[in-house]
């Protein structure tokens, strides 16, 4: 097989397994009892940690493609991205959930607002989920038509951003141990670092890729960019 079709037949099929792998254990804990003394923030923790994981991921896409020059890794930006959204919409809406319903407050917006508005960490952490909604939305090759590229690729650079909010979230969201959320900004670090590297004159060649490769630059959500 080629490298494309290796990507394609065995990689993205393991990409989607994979995805998947945190929300069942997420179940299987929660059918078994097994979710601590606070179940509703282990579900928040371990909905928003596997959400910035695939975020990382999905920036590291188009640093490895360089590096590897296998252009068909590119079409992994979309799927993991994605999964990095239903996953940030998970740990947004057991927050939520638990800001309303379970605080006795029935459906109150107002009480999201208070928060949101009231703690840093909520803050950065509601922006960095806001941030990704447009990419989510727009992250179809049509998408990519009704806007232009230009537009598009402008508008998908917002997850660089995104991703910056969601590892400040997690680090003023810890008091004591902060060794995971230094981690994932490190690794932020690296990979932002990479893009800076890669769009200066003098930084590394780009392997030339074949025509029918996609586009270099990953911007956001989708598997073009």
Do not use: C
């Amino acid at each position: 097989m080629t490298q494309g079709q290796v990507v394609r037949r065995l990689v993205k099929p393991a990409v989607f397994v994979g995805a998947f792998v945190p929300l069942a254990l997420l179940l299987l804990d929660a059918a078994a009892g097994d979710l601590g003394a606070n179940p509703v923030e282990t579900v928040t923790h371990r909905t928003g940690f596997t959400a910035l994981t695939l975020l990382m991921i999905t920036l590291a896409v188009t640093p490895l493609r360089r590096m590897s020059g296998i252009g068909a890794l590119a079409t992994l930006r979309r799927p993991i991205g994605l999964f990095a959204f239903f996953y940030a919409t998970l740990h947004f809406l057991t927050y939520a959930v638990d800001q309303t319903y379970l605080s006795g407050l029935g459906v109150s917006p107002a009480a999201i607002v208070e928060d949101v508005v009231e703690r840093p960490y909520i803050t950065v952490g509601v922006t960095a989920f806001v941030l990704l909604i447009p990419l989510a939305v727009t992250s179809t090759k049509r998408w990519i038509k009704r806007l232009g590229a230009k537009r598009w690729q402008r508008l998908h650079r917002l997850v660089y951003v995104a991703a910056i909010a969601a590892v400040l979230h997690f680090l003023w969201l810890v008091k004591a141990d902060l060794f995971q959320p230094l981690v994932f900004a490190v690794v932020l670090a690296v990979l932002l670092g990479a893009r800076v590297v890669s769009r200066r004159p003098d930084g590394p060649r780009r392997r030339r890729e074949p025509p029918r490769a996609l586009p270099t630059e990953p911007t956001g959500l989708s598997s073009r960019s």
